[in-house]
């Protein structure tokens, strides 16, 4: 295996692992989306453990964002070049982390449980707009690169 293949499967895996993180994260909240709106009894409990995991969800995706980051690097500095697309790439990626992340301060850090079924929205539309940019980083690669 060549240095060119090896960081294209790190670049890639990566971006799998990044991807997944966020999946998961999504299909736990939709797992305790009823205990974390309803009584106070069990969401103290389910909040808990929505920290514990999102505290070892957010190492896991910080270290893929990472590899993802360094592995383009090294992608296009030795091989591909500084093209406009790959401007172009990582122009969406730190849209991506931008919008990821502001929306998260802005939305989710205040959230506090039990919550209702409305503010308990704003993870969804994390997700949508985490997703949504996926699928445009993805579209943009496979499609118009």
């Not at 697309?85 to 991506?96: D, F, M, P, R, T």
């Not at 539309?125 to 997703?131: E, W």
Request: hydrophobic fraction near 55%; charged fraction near 15%.
């Amino acid at each position: 295996m060549d240095f060119h293949t090896l960081l294209l499967f790190i670049h890639v895996t990566c971006f799998a692992a990044w991807f997944g993180t966020v999946l998961a994260s999504l299909f736990l909240l939709k797992t305790l989306e009823s205990r974390l709106t309803g009584s106070a009894l069990r969401a103290g409990e389910d909040a808990l453990l929505l920290r514990e995991f999102i505290k070892r969800e957010t190492k896991v995706a910080d270290v893929a964002f990472i590899g993802v980051v360094l592995s383009g690097i090294l992608l296009a500095s030795f091989f591909h070049g500084w093209t406009l697309w790959v401007a172009v790439k990582s122009g969406l990626i730190v849209l991506q982390v931008s919008l990821t992340m502001g929306y998260i301060i802005r939305a989710i850090q205040p959230l506090s449980y039990p919550c209702t079924p409305e503010m308990f929205r704003n993870w969804y539309r994390l997700f949508a707009i985490s997703l949504g940019m996926f699928a445009l980083v993805l579209g943009v690669t496979f499609f118009l690169l």
